[in-house]
């Protein structure tokens, strides 16, 4: 889908639209009109352009079409928690979280249809993998909240839905380019994240990247025998090689630790977490595993999540508890698509497969 413009850049768009503009002889300034309408102003279809001659809108309908995802489901928690389930025009379904805390619109948008990755606590991972994203796709996420007249654009984007965003790292790199980009939707740096399980490669590839995006690792076990049980890439790229990539980060990174009882939350599981923690000068959020993520696996009680996050703070390190958001809309990763499916009467593939 490379000839969609919502696929470009925003420079590479207005370069795209540039040349296409001249061949028809029009004037070089309708690019600083049409470009804003792709994502900072977002029109549903060129139709909405009305600055735009008729004809010309004809035109943009036929050479560039606006591709948009039909919203299959969406629920709201009593929290306020929204859910978003997407598919698209290929057929993939993927999902969207919106949280609202304050003035903070956080919206957790997904990168792939299924995952590779396996996690054995994670809904997304026992779908297996479907497919990688395109960049359209992905903005697509933020920009379908844009063009709803009741909801607004996010004021913070964390690619921790469906999907190991490293592993379809080109389009991830596109992406955060047009999340990011003042021409794009303009969503500073420091208030998106990228959440991985720490693929080695393309890690070294978003720390070589000029701008200041935040990291978080998705550790939820910081000695290697547990991590492996619980997510198989810790075979591919060990713990080591991942924290010495996160050092060339020059914000804080996070490492994300669900918390589950018996597995990880034990004395040992917290004194392996605290040097892990200690010498990487990383910040760590707690959160309870999600009851319905899981199967034959149980959170951590609150308690013992209070006493892990005191023990981390005598040591110095700064850590947060986070409430399971959504509890009563299936907001665990993955969880809406699968309910989804069963009512559909599909069965979700099982792959613990890990690829690159
Ligand atoms: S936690 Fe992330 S990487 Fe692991 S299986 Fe789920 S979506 Fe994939």
């Known amino acids: 889908m490379s000839d ?13 639209l540039g040349d296409w503009l001249r061949d028809r002889g029009e004037p070089a300034y309708r690019v600083r009109q049409i470009v804003p309408r792709l994502w900072q102003r977002p029109v549903a279809a060129w139709s909405e352009a009305t600055d735009l001659p008729v004809g010309l809108r004809r035109e943009l309908d036929a050479a ?48 792939q249809a299924g995952c590779a990755f ?6 997304t991972g026992r779908m297996g993998f479907v497919r990688h994203l395109a960049p359209w796709e992905i903005t697509a996420q933020v920009r379908e909240l844009a063009l709803d007249p009741e909801l607004n654009m996010p004021t913070n984007v964390v690619f921790m839905g469906m999907g190991e965003p490293l592993h379809n790292w080109d389009a991830v790199d596109r992406a955060l380019t047009i999340l990011n980009a003042p021409e794009g939707f303009g969503i500073g740096a420091r208030h998106i994240t990228v959440s991985t399980v720490g693929l080695v490669p393309a890690l070294e590839q978003l720390a070589a990247r000029r701008e200041q995006f935040r990291v ?11 991590r492996r049980s619980l997510m198989p890439v810790e075979g591919k790229y060990p ?3 991942v924290m010495a990539v996160l050092r060339q980060f020059p914000k804080r990174v996070t490492l994300e630790y669900v918390m589950i009882e018996g597995i990880n939350d034990r004395d040992s599981d917290l004194r392996e977490l605290t040097q892990v ?11 309870p595993l999600h009851p319905g993520g899981a199967p034959g696996y149980r959170p951590t009680p609150p308690a013992r999540i209070a006493a892990f ?7 110095g390190i700064s850590a947060t508890i986070r409430r399971s958001r959504g509890l009563d809309i299936s907001a665990a990763c993955g969880q809406l698509r699968l309910e989804t499916d069963e009512v559909r009467g599909v069965s979700p593939e099982v792959d613990a497969h890990v690829e690159e």
């Open 4 to 16: 969609l413009l919502l696929n470009l850049t925003p420079t590479a768009a207005a370069a795209a």
């Open 64 to 111: 560039w079409p606006l591709p948009r995802p039909v919203q299959r489901a969406r629920q709201t928690s009593h929290d306020g928690t929204i859910k978003f389930l997407w598919e698209f025009p290929a057929g993939d379904a993927v999902e969207s979280v919106l949280i609202l805390e304050g003035r903070r619109r956080t919206l957790c948008i997904s990168s």
């Open 118 to 123: 396996g996690c054995v606590f994670c809904a």
């Open 216 to 226: 978080a690792l998705s550790l939820h076990a910081a000695d290697p025998a547990t």
């Open 239 to 241: 713990l080591a090689d």
């Open 277 to 287: 923690a200690r010498s990487s000068g990383a910040l760590v959020n707690l959160l």
């Open 309 to 315: 996050a005191a023990g981390l703070e005598a040591h």
